[in-house]
C-alpha cells in the first residue's frame, strides 16, 4: 500500500484524535501517505479529502472531538451511486485502504465499500460501548469518568436537600454507561434496558435506608429505559421524598479523553495501519482482555453483546 485515507463517522468519542494521530504516524513512519476524509462518510461522496501530514497531527491527542470532523449521511447509506461514487473518488486519489473510526452504523458504512472490492479497517470510536466484539471502544471510559464527576457534583447538592436525584446518561441499547458509572460512583440504584426495572422494589430499598439515616440517594438512568422523569415522578409518589432530575446529555461527548482512551486510540491506530500494510483487510480493531486484537469485520458485526451480569449483581449488593 502507497497510499491509505482515515476517516471519523456517527457520534464523536473523546480519543478518536488519538487514533487519528497514531494512524497518521505510523503510516509516515512506514513510508506510506495519509489523506484524512472530512466529516465522515459525507466527505467521502464529496471528495472532501486533505493530504495530512506529521504535523496536522500534533497538538491533538489531548482533545475531544474529531479534528477530521464527523456527520451523519443518509444518501450514503440510501443511494448506491453514493456509494459507488465513493469508491471512484477513492480510485482517482489512488487511495488503497480506508480506515474507518466510529461505531456501529459506520462500520456497515464500512462493509458497503467492501463490497465493491474496496480495502477497509476499522477503529471502534464511540462512547455507548455497544459493539459487541470488544470489551472497550474508545470513548467509552472518558464518558464514564465524566458521569462519576457529575455525579460527585449532583452528590453535594443532592445531600445538602437531602433528596433523591435521578441522573439520565446515554445509552440506547446497552447500559455500560449507566453501570460502570453508577458502580463506580456509588449509585444507590442503576436502570439499564438489559434488565427490567421494579420501581416499587427500588423504593422500598430508598425508604429502609432513609429508616437507616441516610438522607441521599443517587438513581443512574441509560436513555434507553424510558422515560425519565416519569420515574422520578413515580419514586416520589411512592416514597414521599423529594426527587430532581438531571440529564447529562452531551456533556457526555466532550472533555478531554482520559489516559485509557488515549492508550486504546493510539495502539489500535497503529495496528490498524500494520494490517492493511500487511495486505490483511476487511476487519476491525479491538481489545479483548487487555490485548489488542482484529477480526473479520462480519463476524465481528454478527456477534452478540454479553451482559455483564456479574457487575451489575454487584451493583445490587453494594447499594444495600
Ligand atoms: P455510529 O457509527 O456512531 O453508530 P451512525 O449509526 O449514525 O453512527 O452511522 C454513521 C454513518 O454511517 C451514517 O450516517 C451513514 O452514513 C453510515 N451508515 C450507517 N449504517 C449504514 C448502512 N447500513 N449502510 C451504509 N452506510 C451506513
Redesign the pocket.
Known amino acids: 500500500m502507497r497510499r491509505i485515507a482515515v476517516l471519523t463517522?456517527?457520534?464523536d468519542a473523546p480519543g478518536m484524535n488519538a487514533a487519528v494521530r497514531a494512524v497518521v504516524r505510523t503510516a509516515v513512519y512506514n513510508n506510506v501517505e495519509v489523506y484524512g476524509v472530512q466529516r465522515?462518510?459525507?466527505g467521502l461522496i464529496e471528495g472532501d479529502f486533505i493530504k495530512l501530514n506529521v504535523s496536522f497531527v500534533g497538538d491533538i491527542i489531548h482533545r475531544g472531538g474529531t479534528v477530521l470532523r464527523s456527520?451523519?449521511?443518509?444518501e450514503?447509506?440510501n443511494q448506491e451511486s453514493c456509494?459507488k461514487c465513493a469508491v471512484d473518488l477513492l480510485n482517482v486519489f489512488q487511495i488503497d485502504g480506508l480506515i474507518v473510526i466510529?461505531?456501529?452504523?459506520?462500520?456497515?458504512?464500512m462493509?458497503?465499500l467492501t463490497e465493491y472490492g474496496f480495502s477497509t479497517i476499522g477503529i471502534p470510536g464511540?462512547i455507548d460501548n455497544d459493539l459487541a466484539y470488544t470489551d472497550f471502544t474508545i470513548g467509552f471510559d472518558t464518558a464514564v469518568n465524566t458521569v462519576v464527576e457529575a455525579m460527585s457534583k449532583l452528590r453535594d447538592t443532592t445531600s445538602s436537600h437531602e433528596r433523591i436525584t435521578i441522573v439520565e446518561v446515554m445509552g440506547r441499547r446497552c447500559g455500560d454507561i449507566a453501570l460502570y458509572a453508577g458502580l463506580s460512583g456509588g449509585a444507590e440504584a442503576i436502570l439499564i434496558p438489559e434488565v427490567q426495572y421494579d420501581l416499587s422494589q427500588i423504593a422500598e430499598q430508598l425508604i429502609k435506608s432513609n429508616n437507616r439515616g441516610k438522607k441521599q440517594s443517587i438513581i443512574v438512568v441509560a436513555e434507553g429505559v424510558g422515560n425519565t422523569e416519569f420515574i422520578s415522578k413515580e419514586i416520589n409518589h411512592l416514597t414521599g421524598f423529594d426527587t430532581m432530575t438531571t440529564i447529562l446529555g452531551h456533556v457526555q461527548r466532550g472533555g478531554n479523553p482520559s489516559s485509557r482512551d488515549r492508550l486504546l486510540g493510539s495502539m489500535m491506530g497503529n495496528r490498524a495501519v500494520d494490517l492493511l500494510l500487511n495486505n490483511i483487510t476487511n476487519r476491525v480493531v479491538g481489545v479483548k482482555d487487555n490485548q489488542i486484537m482484529d477480526m473479520d469485520i462480519n463476524d465481528a458485526l454478527r456477534s452478540k453483546k454479553r451482559f455483564n451480569r456479574e457487575m451489575y449483581n454487584l451493583s445490587k449488593v453494594l447499594s444495600i
Open positions: 463517522s456517527g457520534g465522515g462518510f459525507k456527520a451523519r449521511c443518509l450514503f447509506q456509494r466510529g461505531g456501529d452504523g459506520s462500520f456497515r458504512g462493509t458497503s464511540t
